[in-house]
């Protein structure tokens, strides 16, 4: 796998490097321009961009220049409406510039494997925005099926989910502890086969 880096600090840069892979080839870039150039003379498999150095035009820039690579971004201090801005232009990532060692190395396998790795917030936001409802009826009778074998509580807490509320807000809406809804939450994603609140709540807003 070939990752580029881009920031301005070196010292940024020098962690990323430690915390991935040793069988990880790298090139970094400490500016725009070489970012830019670097995008241009090679393919990347990955590309962590410090936000630092980058705003939403360099990014479209940089997309147009390199439309195979994907793009990790990750801030000194992430915020779902920049991660939400960001993920509409094109990010498969978004995350803190300071992440830790296992949730990096997660993150690279999911982005890697054509998934998108967002914090909690940005997720809940991103339901919300696509809290719709479909009205096609194929649609409508395969969510249907797909949510016929969960029980009662289970249906409830997959609407909740739907409708962008984390877990500690659904334990207090229904007043249950945080961990009896995650405990839920694995046999909601297990029968309905969706791996993530995303998924389902696309699923479930297409009974809507």
């Known amino acids: 796998m070939l990752i580029l880096l881009g920031s301005s600090n ?11 892979s040793e069988n990880t080839r790298f090139e970094k ?28 035009e360099a990014f479209s820039e940089l997309r147009k220049r390199s439309p195979m690579t994907k793009f990790f971004l990750l801030s000194d201090q992430p915020n779902e409406e ?8 094109g990010i498969v990532g978004y995350g803190n510039t300071y992440i830790s060692p296992a949730r990096l190395a997660e993150a690279v396998r999911v982005v890697s494997n054509g998934g998108v790795w967002l914090g ?3 997720i ?14 194929g649609s409508r009778d395969e969510s249907e099926d797909k949510l016929s074998s969960l029980t ?3 249906r409830k807490i997959a609407e909740l989910v739907a409708r962008g509320q984390s877990n500690l807000e659904i334990a207090a809406d229904l007043k249950i502890t945080e961990r009896t809804v995650k405990a839920h939450l694995t046999s909601i994603y297990e029968k309905t086969k969706t791996s993530n609140r995303l998924n ?4 479930i807003n297409r009974l809507g």
Request: glycine content about 2%; charged content about 30%; overall charge positive.
């Open 124 to 137: 809940q936001h991103l339901i919300q925005e696509t809290y719709v409802r479909l009205k096609d009826p």
């Open 29 to 56: 870039a400490s500016t725009l321009r070489e970012l830019i150039d670097r995008c241009e003379d090679k393919k990347f498999d990955l590309a962590l961009l410090h936000r630092f150095l980058v705003d939403a």
């Open 152 to 154: 009662r509580a289970e």
């Open 200 to 203: 389902l709540a696309l699923l």
């Open 82 to 89: 920049e991660g939400l801005s960001f993920l509409k232009l």
């Open 10 to 20: 070196r010292a940024v840069i020098k962690r990323w490097q430690s915390l991935l």
């Open 120 to 122: 909690q917030k940005v």
